[in-house]
Nanobody
């Protein structure tokens, strides 16, 4: 069974930083492309970043490019998202997910339970 468990969310002031982690199990993590997606209250899910299985290629939504960094540790089956220069528009629940297609969210993608990020003064 695929399991993805996110952690690291919280309340942060505008301009601040936060690091998210995702522990993966139950599948061949090292052979899987992975993504982070987010969902703000009252809005649909939004793809924000993907990383290919080898960790050398990354892709970002324009609104987070230069502020967010996706990375992974295949030896530990961990996915990370480093977020900086956060603003209130980044407030959302953040999910680690498998990645069937870079830049898109597919119905076959598996998500974790999510971690809440709130950017507010």
């Amino acid at each position: 069974e695929v399991q993805l468990v996110e952690s690291g969310g919280g309340l942060v002031q505008p301009g601040g930083s936060l690091n998210l982690s995702c522990a993966a199990s139950g599948f061949a993590f090292g052979s899987s492309d992975m993504s982070w997606v987010r969902q703000a209250p009252g809005k649909g899910p939004e793809w924000i970043a993907s990383i290919l299985s080898g960790g050398t290629r990354t892709y970002y939504q324009n609104s987070v490019k230069g502020r967010f960094t996706i990375s992974r540790d295949n030896a530990k089956s961990m996915l990370f998202l480093r977020m900086s220069s956060l603003n209130p528009d980044d407030t959302a629940k953040y999910y680690c997910s498998t990645c069937g297609f870079v830049g898109a969210i597919q119905s076959s993608d598996v998500w974790g339970q999510g971690t809440q990020v709130t950017v507010s003064s």
